[in-house]
């Protein structure tokens, strides 16, 4: 129970990865907001079937308005926000595209989810945090950004911006001890990923074959590192991108 009484906002949360870490910051105590564009009362369901209470917020986090009033509502339910894990963000349904394919739109949409939403929630639980003198932020990257993995290049791109991000933030939030990390998933599992058969035959075995443990990757797998630097254990530590993917790259 690290985080007993904490307010956590997941974005993206409904399902895969922001669920299982949502689940997993419930179960070490915290009040769990679950944000999601699609269905949020679906990982509150979820939620509710292991015990835990949960708050559903539809959000976009490409909108600022609609970020406005996932802060509003998680403080009208809860009176604080103490940790934001960022990790809404267009992943599981993109295809595999040569750069020259990709178009402009392409890109703009992925960076302004991936990249910009980032942005938005984080200068929202600003005013927030910084008067609590006291607050965690942990964006999810991907280890992608440390290969360059091919086909990917908008992907990438937003995510190697969200890494640049963790570490310039880091330097703003730290005196009013505010702490920013990022996690970098492996290839993982999830529901969205396995349902793109395109994508899970070109990387879920390659994944597994660049690790020193040489196995698939769950969401459950990412959620622990998660829960670690939200709570007090991680008390020091700021500005640093943790892979969690079973030892594929070293940085």
Do not use: W
């Not at 403080?75 to 990709?102: C, M, R």
């Not at 911006?161 to 990022?182: C, H, I, P, Q």
């Not at 969205?192 to 075995?205: D, P």
Request: include cysteine; hydrophobic fraction near 50%; charge should be negative.
């Amino acid at each position: 129970m690290r985080l007993r009484d904490k307010v956590a906002i997941v974005t993206g949360a409904a399902t895969g990865i922001g669920l299982a870490i949502a689940s997993k910051l419930a179960r070490e105590g915290a009040k769990v907001v679950v944000a999601d564009i699609r269905d949020p009362a679906r990982g509150v369901s979820a939620l509710a079937a292991e015990g835990f209470p949960a708050l559903a917020v539809e959000a976009d986090v490409a909108s600022e308005e609609s970020v406005e009033e996932m802060i509003e509502a998680t403080l009208e339910a809860y009176g604080a926000i103490d940790i934001l894990v960022n990790n809404a963000a267009i992943s599981h349904e993109i295809q595999l595209t040569p750069f020259e394919k990709l178009s402009k739109a392409e890109f703009d949409r992925m960076l302004s989810v991936n990249t910009v939403g980032v942005f938005l929630c984080c200068r929202a639980v600003s005013p927030i945090m910084r008067a609590q003198k006291s607050g965690r932020i942990i964006n999810i990257a991907s280890g992608t950004a440390f290969k360059g993995a091919p086909f990917l290049l908008h992907y990438i791109a937003s995510k190697g911006a969200v890494m640049s991000m963790t570490r310039s933030l880091a330097r703003e939030f730290g005196g009013d001890n505010v702490l920013v990390n990022a996690v970098a998933p492996g290839y993982t599992l999830s529901e969205g990923n396995l349902a793109n058969t395109e994508f899970l035959a070109f990387y879920r075995k390659a994944a597994i074959d660049s690790r020193a443990l040489p196995r698939d990757a769950y969401p459950e797998d990412i959620s622990g590192a998660v829960a670690f630097l939200a709570s007090d254990d991680a008390g020091f530590i700021t500005g640093q991108i943790l892979a969690v993917d079973g030892g594929s790259v070293y940085h």
